[in-house]
């Protein structure tokens, strides 16, 4: 299937940004999602960079899409924040391709990446949907210091009691409950997000009983921590509004 026009040069590059930006409903979404590779270099990258690439695409190798992907990236961030009010940034990390499926495997170098980047965009909020679990501690102190990034759910790898338990345990010690959402599904009916909802709920259930026997909460305390990231997170994060 052929394309209206093909990237050659800067003029197509912005050209392209455009169409896609312009085809976001503003206003009608309240998020949009991408997907963050370890396995690509994000940095801040010039036009002179970006052309020179681009002039050696015919046999380009990782460092031409390192800069292919991060000046694109920049792009993307820059235009989505002019909407920084409007839209959320969800992008999922720590799932990347195996021959039929994906594993877990996220490098710290792309912790430290991603922190510049959110930093660069302050006027736009990030959420980041984590597949890894040895992750999560690293996360929790970039969602300390960066006031617009915050973490919601369990995705893909991490959804397993066990993990979801102790990403649970360690969000409750590291991030105040308005910086953390407790349910994310990207569930391809509404019966697999409901069983999945089930789930979530029975960890962080048992998470807070146990905190309540070691006298860390009252069970009012906890009630009113689960009412916080379930329901009143969605709601200053996201936009969300009850039905």
Not at 214 to 223: H, I
Request: hydrophobic content about 45%.
């Amino acid at each position: 299937h052929k394309t209206e026009r093909v990237i050659r040069n800067l003029d197509d590059v912005h050209a392209a940004m455009r169409h896609y930006i312009d085809a976001i409903p503003f206003g009608k979404i309240i998020a949009t999602a991408v997907h963050i590779s370890t396995d690509i270099h994000f940095c801040v990258t010039s036009d002179d960079e970006m052309s020179a690439a681009l002039s050696r695409r015919a046999g380009a190798g990782q460092a031409e899409r390192d800069v292919y992907a991060s000046y694109i990236n920049e792009l993307f961030l820059a235009a989505l924040e002019e909407h920084g009010d409007e839209i959320v940034l969800h992008f999922s990390l720590g799932a990347e391709p195996l021959p039929f499926e994906t594993g877990s495997r996220l490098a710290q170098r792309t912790i430290a990446e991603l922190g510049e980047m959110i930093g660069r965009h302050p006027r736009l909020r990030f959420q980041c949907l984590l597949a890894s679990r040895h992750a999560n501690q690293s996360l929790c102190t970039l969602a300390r210091e960066l006031p617009n990034f915050s973490l919601a759910g369990y995705w893909w790898h991490t959804f397993f009691p066990d993990v979801m338990r102790q990403v649970m345990s360690e969000r409750l010690d590291m991030l105040p409950a308005n910086k953390q959402i407790g349910f994310f599904s990207d569930a391809y009916c509404a019966e697999w997000s409901y069983a999945k909802a089930v789930l979530v709920r029975k960890q962080l259930a048992a998470v807070l009983a146990e905190r309540i026997q070691q006298g860390q909460y009252t069970r009012e305390e906890a009630l009113s921590i689960a009412h916080e990231i379930f329901f009143e997170s969605p709601r200053t994060l996201l936009g969300m509004v009850p039905a």
